[in-house]
T-cell receptor, first 113, second 114 residues
Framework: KAGVTQTPRYLIKTRGQQVTLSCSPISGHRSVSWYQQTPGQGLQFLFEYFSETQRNKGNFPGRFSGRQFSNSRSEMNVSTLELGDSALYLC????????????FGPGTRLTVL | AQSVTQPDIHITVSEGASLELRCNYSYGATPYLFWYVQSPGQGLQLLLKYFSGDTLVQGIKGFEAEFKRSQSSFNLRKPSVHWSDAAEYFCAVGEENYGQNFVFGPGTRLSVLP
């Protein structure tokens, strides 16, 4: 069974631009979560989607948004990029909505110049 | 609010030596506990998890962890470290009714000497 895939793997943007990251979960998994990983703040939860509905949201500004499609694939969008948004963005999928093991993708490395 | 601490930022061990990585959490009810490993430039791989039952859990790659409620700890152990175990290790806590919103510790970087 294929793992979680994320595209693109690397991205370079400039301040003020917006970016969309994509995540395809493991087949059959309906829960998709997003995390931001930075050297200073570590791993921080962004949001979780299950059956196309946002179920949980972390403490991030409204510039960070996401969605999930009927095939469970998910996208996250960051608008008006700031230098501090440079990070590794990790997507994770899980079989169920309840707390359960999450399987992570390789991440998208976003650099904001 | 939940919190997870990993007191050791960086640990260096010799190949073949035993390993213990510490994890302490702050949470009122029974937590759902996880250990993940991350190699440079890669995502996180699940090593093991604890939900309930036997407090000593076995994972992949020869790792095990023990849940001690009285100490609010979930330490990761391996009897004999291999050079390929060099990576960053993260302890994480999940909470019932919070879905997949995990709180991660800051991580412990493991270096292995030949």
């Amino acid at each position: 069974k294929a793992g979680v895939t994320q595209t693109p793997r690397y991205l370079i943007k400039t301040r003020g631009q917006q970016v969309t990251l994509s995540c395809s979960p493991i087949s059959g998994h309906r829960s998709v979560s997003w995390y931001q990983q930075t050297p200073g703040q570590g791993l921080q939860f962004l949001f979780e989607y299950f059956s196309e509905t946002q179920r949980n949201k972390g403490n991030f500004p409204g510039r960070f948004s996401g969605r999930q499609f009927s095939n469970s694939r998910s996208e996250m969008n960051v608008s008006t990029l700031e230098l501090g948004d440079s990070a590794l963005y990790l997507c994770a999928s899980s079989l169920r909505r309840e707390v359960n093991e999450q399987f992570f993708g390789p991440g998208t490395r976003l650099t904001v110049l | 609010a939940q919190s997870v601490t990993q007191p050791d930022i960086h640990i260096t061990v010799s190949e073949g030596a035993s390993l213990e990585l510490r994890c302490n959490y702050s949470y009122g009810a029974t937590p759902y506990l996880f250990w993940y490993v991350q190699s440079p430039g890669q995502g996180l791989q699940l090593l093991l998890k604890y939900f309930s039952g036997d407090t000593l859990v076995q994972g992949i790659k020869g790792f095990e962890a023990e849940f001690k409620r009285s100490q609010s700890s979930f330490n990761l152990r391996k009897p004999s470290v291999h050079w390929s175990d060099a990576a960053e290790y993260f302890c994480a806590v999940g909470e019932e009714n919070y879905g997949q919103n995990f709180v991660f510790g800051p991580g412990t970087r493991l270096s292995v000497l030949p």
